[in-house]
């Protein structure tokens, strides 16, 4: 009997938003690896069981359900949005390269989702536009001086940049440092996009200029869009605005 | 009577990964306009009716989109992958721009989906795992020297680059180059991606070094991810390997 491991991407949060495919790999697997948050979302039968861990212990999650699968059982790490943005399909990776053997010799599937800076784009209008980076704000694993050059090489560059993990309790001060970088590079007009919960009964979206942009505007669960020098605002009295990134791109100055 | 505008993102073409939102929202429009291999891919009921066009017409077909809106016709604007990201979305929100009034009053609802870079990433592991940016390679809107100034600066930043529209009849020569520019910042050994059709029965997945890299691997519907210089390949015998970037990340060299 050979185990398989299917590692799920559940989208932003918003069930309209999960794909008949990645319904589909939760209705086969038996055991069920995530962060908390995540995993609750699930609805499962009673043959199939939850392994909730912190958000923190990426690696040792994947290892747990790696170990699991090899025992010959259909498993499944959940994640957020699309598991291979900055999630769990690339902890699953590393803990295949330098485990045994036989985690080699899993079938291993990958389910893509919805991942947050397209929901929120969506929400909004198209600020992902023309060019563009995901950058993510957390120096758990990365130094902050490499965000930093990032930061400042995309905008100097024209991209517009989503941020991931914006803030949380243990990195206060790091979303304010990187809208000081931008500040550097880009003017205080480009339009910068708060986005959270995007699709869901809960969600927040907020639009100011990066001038005004502070970080006591996002938590954990937001993901922030800031513009290019090229990025509009279009207002429209009643409905909300939409803000967007033009196709057509010019060199920046 | 009010219309409204529905700009659909449907995916990378696999039926299972069209969100239940999307056919939801195409379930609820009368007319569809888009290029027309996403039009074709539509299963519509008798009183719904197809307006395809060609794929360098999205302005103009935006504009006739929302003139039928206005009308008080609920219209959808379909887009391959996601709406939002080198697709039809940016092009809407232009003509309600500089358009009429009236325009700007229409309910506009856009339904994100999965883009190819995100479905390509799935089928051969996390190219993605870290901090990444979309570069669209056509300079139909865009000079090339920025398109260029941007390949640069990411791969000096140590990003992972996923290339859009990489080629076609009209832009033979832009692909080459662009290897061309990536080669002079990173190794010769840097894992290429070369994905098409990914989780259609037509996929194409290609693995190359970006030293053997060559623009005749790819067509028009190709999404190419090249990795940063931390871009690992597992060899896995008889299973496909696996393509991953890990989520630790030093400073370049």
Same mark, same amino acid.
């Given at each position: 009997m050979t185990g398989r491991l299917a590692i799920i991407g559940l989208g932003p *949060?918003? @069930? $309209?938003?999960?794909?008949p495919e990645a319904s589909r790999a939760v209705e086969q697997a038996a055991f069920f690896y995530g962060y908390k948050p995540y995993v609750d979302r699930l609805e499962l039968r009673h043959d199939q069981t939850r392994i909730s861990s912190d958000n923190r212990e990426e690696l040792a999650r994947a290892k747990e359900a790696l170990a699991k699968a090899v025992e010959g059982h259909s498993v499944a790490v959940v994640s957020g949005g699309d598991p291979g943005v900055f999630a769990m399909a690339a902890a699953v990776c590393e803990a295949i390269e330098s *485990?045994? @053997? $036989?985690?080699?010799?899993l079938d291993i599937e990958i389910v893509p989702g919805i991942t947050a800076m397209l929901a929120v784009a969506a929400r909004i209008g198209a600020?992902?536009?023309?060019d563009f980076c995901a950058i993510s704000l957390s120096d758990n694993l990365k130094p902050w001086d490499l965000i930093e050059l990032r930061l400042l090489a995309a905008a100097g560059a024209g991209f517009v940049v989503a941020l991931y993990n914006p803030i949380s309790k243990s990195r206060p001060w790091q979303l304010g440092r990187a809208f000081e970088a931008l500040s550097a590079i880009l003017p205080g007009t480009v339009p910068v996009v708060f986005g959270s919960a995007?699709?869901?009964?809960?969600e927040r979206m907020e639009v100011c200029l990066l001038a005004d942009?502070?970080?006591?505007?996002?938590?954990?669960?937001t993901c922030i869009i800031v513009g290019s020098t090229e990025t509009r605002i279009i207002r429209r009295g009643e409905k909300p605005a939409l803000v967007y990134t033009p196709r057509a791109a010019t060199r920046p100055k």
């Open positions: *949060g918003n @069930e $309209a938003q999960v794909t *485990g045994p @053997e $036989a985690w080699k010799a600020p992902l536009g023309h995007a699709g869901r009964p809960d942009a502070k970080p006591e505007m996002a938590d954990m669960a």
